[in-house]
T-cell receptor
Framework: AQSVAQPEDQVNVAEGNPLTVKCTYS??????LFWYVQYPNRGLQFLLK??????LVKGSYGFEAEFNKSQTSFHLKKPSALVSDSALYFCAVRGNTGGFKTIFGAGTRLFVKA | NAGVTQTPKFQVLKTGQSMTLQCAQDMNHNSMYWYRQDPGMGLRLIYYSASEGTTDKGEVPNGYNVSRLNKREFSLRLESAAPSQTSVYFC?????????????????FGPGTRLTVT
């Protein structure tokens, strides 16, 4: 069965510091991995995805994520956090067996302090 | 290009009432989805439609029905609402690849419907 774990309910970081939001997954076969961001009272917005190829994936707003197959992780990173990055972040996974069921993590709330 | 639109934005129902949540997308996407979002639980898939004319159950289908009316529209119906269905409901859509890339595309989400069942 597919599953996603986001071990931190909340991450606090000072503006200008690097940030990391953690995600680990379990899936049969090779994974498709996604990060989404949700601002208050809005729907989710796509940030980036890993399908195949380079383990370091770059996405919107300066975010990137590193796929680590041996550790089954897909951590979201940004070199320098902005106050406007404060939001709820979701990691999601699909197997590559042709299915459409995406499993979302519970979400991590990021607070960036000025 | 409006993306994914949902109506209504807010709704209050009494236990046992019925209602239909409407969703439409103008991105020519093949696949559409309904999720519910509850605090601390992320998003859970209720139903999805991989392509026009097909629908399948997700993780939490009980108490819901769906209709893929055409390529653009995918509605979610609550036949007899229960307090446990109080949630925020999101519709999403995506392209559909072929073969092993069938599920490789990201989803685009609507703004959500906040439903309260008393």
């Amino acid at each position: 069965a597919q599953s996603v774990a986001q071990p931190e309910d909340q991450v606090n970081v000072a503006e200008g510091n690097p940030l990391t939001v953690k995600c680990t997954y379990s899936v049969s076969g090779n994974p498709y991995l996604f990060w989404y961001v949700q601002y208050p009272n809005r729907g989710l917005q796509f940030l980036l995805k890993y399908i195949t190829g380079d383990n370091l994936v770059k996405g919107s707003y300066g975010f990137e994520a590193e796929f680590n197959k041996s550790q089954t992780s897909f951590h979201l990173k940004k070199p320098s956090a902005l106050v406007s990055d404060s939001a709820l972040y979701f990691c999601a996974v699909r197997g590559n067996t042709g299915g459409f069921k995406t499993i979302f993590g519970a979400g991590t709330r990021l607070f960036v302090k000025a | 290009n409006a993306g994914v639109t949902q109506t209504p934005k807010f709704q209050v129902l009494k236990t046992g009432q019925s209602m239909t949540l409407q969703c439409a997308q103008d991105m020519n996407h093949n696949s559409m989805y309904w999720y519910r979002q509850d605090p601390g639980m992320g998003l859970r898939l209720i139903y999805y439609s991989a392509s026009e004319g097909t629908t399948d159950k997700g993780e939490v289908p009980n108490g819901y029905n769906v209709s893929r009316l055409n390529k653009r529209e995918f509605s979610l119906r609550l036949e007899s609402a229960a307090p446990s269905q109080t949630s925020v409901y999101f519709c999403a859509s995506s392209l559909r690849g072929t073969g092993y890339l069938a599920g490789a595309y990201e989803q685009y989400f609507g703004p959500g419907t906040r439903l309260t069942v008393t």
